[in-house]
């Protein structure tokens, strides 16, 4: 652990950077604080990477600044900046070793010989590489080229760790592994980690603070907890997780569906009046007969079962409410035994507590 | 045997076969016979066969006029090829880049490819005597030889640099070199066979080329010129002797410059000493 001077190890202050006459990032403002694991969650387009782009040199900010461990860095090239990036092309020198490849950013430093024989092979140590000593990249495989380049950019002990959405070129199995991978290398390295990533499940997945990107804008910031149970637009809501949108009246406390059928608002949302949407996660739902009673703390809605997909660990119940809108529930299978078929009527239930309300905009359609 | 000449019938596989040995043929038949006459102890080149004689090879090596000629074209051949190889690379690492009228810019430099030599030399002699530009070695032919082999100076680099990936030179400037050492450690030893491959074709260009360099030389001579001018006025076998002793000469530059790209290759290459196995 080199816990430095007081203070965040990356500061953006004010950042917008305009491209052709269009803001692809706008008045960022980030702080990183040191060994914090950081994702950049957004959809291609949203301004992540060049925010990215920005923190390793490769752009320059038309507006505000980058302070990194209190230095501005903001006009300095790559070359003098104390950040290593992963890329997601991993980006490995075709004609040097794997032990040269790393040996690099400790070369252009002037490190001593023996010193740099000795951090090259404590780093391919910690990917798991050692035995790849003299290689070339070429002969690697996607996931093992993916461990180089991170042993590459980690030998150099960065103030932060930039990470271009380094997995989205592996596969799903090797993907898990190396999310769980970096994970623990994050912790025994206690870098600080700036993780661009347009997968919801790798940020929820690793990141201590998942940073919401939109349109070059920052929509939300906060932990994986926070951004998933309670998003702070319905764009969040919509791109973490899935979510069951439903369009409704508010007064007095509820929401009225279009059919009459009433939803309970919580704590925060009753002082709402007018059109809302109202949003709640599949998997807070569960479905019940349909003379059951609703409890205090739930709500309610009638719905008729349009599809029942088995999935293994889950099943997927697509049903459609009286007024006309799809609804879909997600559970575990077990809980699902005594469901009604195809075509039956049931009850749709979910707490009160998990329930999203959101202005009724229509721009927020994603 | 395969299936593509199981499909062939007997006929169209000998047809085949008897053209290649045709090609082959003319292809290394006059070389050949070039190399038998450089030995005949005869006045004149050609047949009847007079008897073996070394007798050309030892008056070529004396010929003072045969052997500054070929010293003209070495010199010049091995300054046409530093000097294209290096344009070359410049418009290949320009390209790169996107600026207005790049495709103009590219495709004019490739365009004199198609222009037949003799008419670009016309045009030159002309230029150069409104310029009040004498003909000779250095000036005239040097710029003739460079407008000639620039455009395959560049199409030898230009793919080497163009499928290059510029997240790797990014990635070698993320760990702190700056863009000079990006150059000299990332890219330089990635195109270096583009590079080898400009400075050989480039030479042998220069080294062979002689329509131009008759029209802008002057009184000079390289060893093309020269060549010409004993054919017309003193065709004994000392011209053969004289050929075979270029085409030799030709050929040891394009083995070495081989040998030179696969040794390159086998041994890889890095930056600084490889960091010791441990």
Redesign the interface.
């Given at each position: 652990m080199t816990a430095s001077i007081d203070g965040p190890d990356l500061e953006f202050s004010g950042v917008t950077k305009i491209f052709s006459g269009r803001a692809v990032v706008r008045r960022v403002s980030l702080t990183v604080q040191p060994g914090e694991f950081i994702a950049v969650l957004g959809p291609s387009g949203s301004g992540k990477s060049t925010l990215l782009k920005i923190a390793?040199?490769?752009e320059f900010p038309d507006e505000g600044c980058i302070l990194l461990r209190g230095k501005d860095v903001t006009t300095e090239?790559?070359?003098r900046r104390n950040?290593?990036?992963v890329?997601q092309?991993y980006?490995?020198?075709?004609?040097?070793?794997v032990?040269?490849n790393v040996?690099?950013?400790l070369?252009?430093?002037k490190v001593p010989?023996t010193e740099?024989?000795h951090k090259?092979?404590e780093a391919l140590a910690l990917v798991g590489l050692h035995r790849f000593?003299?290689n070339?990249p070429t002969t690697l495989s996607g996931g093992e080229q993916q461990r180089v380049a991170l042993a590459?950019?980690l030998v150099?002990r960065p103030a932060v760790l930039l990470l271009d959405e380094p997995l989205s070129a592996l596969d799903l199995k090797i993907r898990r592994r190396m999310q769980i991978e970096l994970k623990r290398i994050h912790q025994e390295v206690g870098t600080t980690f700036l993780f661009v990533t347009h997968d919801q499940e790798e940020a929820l997945v690793m990141a201590d603070r998942i940073v919401v990107m939109r349109e070059g804008a920052l929509e939300q910031v906060g932990t994986a907890r926070e951004i998933y149970d309670a998003p702070v637009t319905p764009f969040v809501a919509d791109f973490v997780g899935e979510l069951n949108w439903l369009d409704a009246n508010a007064s007095s406390g509820a929401a009225i569906l279009s059919d009459g059928a009433q939803i309970k608002l919580p704590e925060a949302s009753q002082h709402r009046r007018g059109p809302v949407r109202i949003g709640f996660r599949p998997e807070k739902m569960r479905l019940a007969p349909i003379d059951a009673v609703i409890g205090p703390q739930d709500n309610g809605v009638r719905a008729t079962i349009t599809s029942v997909t088995f999935q293994g660990p889950i099943t997927t119940v697509d049903l459609r409410l009286t007024d006309g809108m799809i609804v879909r529930c997600q559970s575990s299978a077990t809980d699902t035994i005594e469901l009604p078929e195809k075509g039956g009527t049931v009850l749709c239930l979910w707490q009160i507590g998990s329930t999203l309300v959101f202005d009724a905009s229509p721009t927020e359609q994603t | 045997m395969n299936a593509t000449s199981a499909s062939l019938s007997r006929n169209a596989v000998g047809a085949f076969g008897l053209f290649a040995v045709a090609v082959y043929f003319f292809l290394y038949a006059p070389v050949v016979t070039m190399v038998i006459l450089s030995f005949n102890d005869s006045i004149g080149i050609g047949l009847p066969w007079g008897g073996f004689t070394t007798r050309w090879y030892r008056e070529s090596f004396a010929n003072t006029l045969a052997i500054g000629a070929f010293f003209n074209s070495v010199r010049l051949a091995v300054v046409v090829s530093i000097v294209s190889t290096t344009l070359g690379l410049g418009v290949a690492l320009a390209s790169r880049r996107i600026f207005k009228g790049k495709a103009l810019v590219l495709n004019a430099l490739i365009l004199p490819l198609l222009i037949p030599g003799i008419v670009l030399a016309v045009g030159q002699i002309t230029l150069f005597n409104v310029m009040g530009f004498l003909p000779g070695l250095w000036g005239a032919t040097l710029l003739g030889h460079l407008v000639y082999t620039v455009p395959f100076a560049f199409l030898n680099i230009f793919p080497r640099v163009h499928r290059f990936?510029p997240?790797?030179e990014?990635?070698?400037?993320?760990?702190?070199?700056?863009p000079w050492?990006v150059f000299r450690?990332?890219l330089l030893?990635?195109i270096m066979p583009g590079l080898i491959a400009s400075l050989l074709f480039c030479f042998t260009l220069s080294f062979d080329e002689f329509t131009r360099t008759l029209f802008l030389i002057g009184s000079e001579n390289t060893l093309p010129v020269y060549f010409w001018s004993i054919i017309l006025t003193d065709p004994s076998p000392a011209a053969s002797a004289i050929a075979t002793l270029s085409v030799l000469f030709s050929l040891s530059v394009i083995g070495g410059g081989l040998l030179l790209l696969n040794l390159r290759r086998r041994k890889?290459?890095?930056?600084?000493?490889?960091?010791?196995?441990?």
């Open positions: 390793a040199g490769f090239p790559p070359y950040v290593n990036t890329f092309s980006a490995l020198f075709p004609h040097m070793s032990a040269d040996a690099y950013g070369r252009r430093k010989q740099i024989a090259v092979k000593w003299d070339s590459r950019a150099n | 990936d997240n790797i990014a990635a070698a400037a993320d760990l702190g070199a700056t050492v450690t990332i030893p990635q890889g290459d890095s930056d600084a000493t490889p960091v010791g196995a441990h």
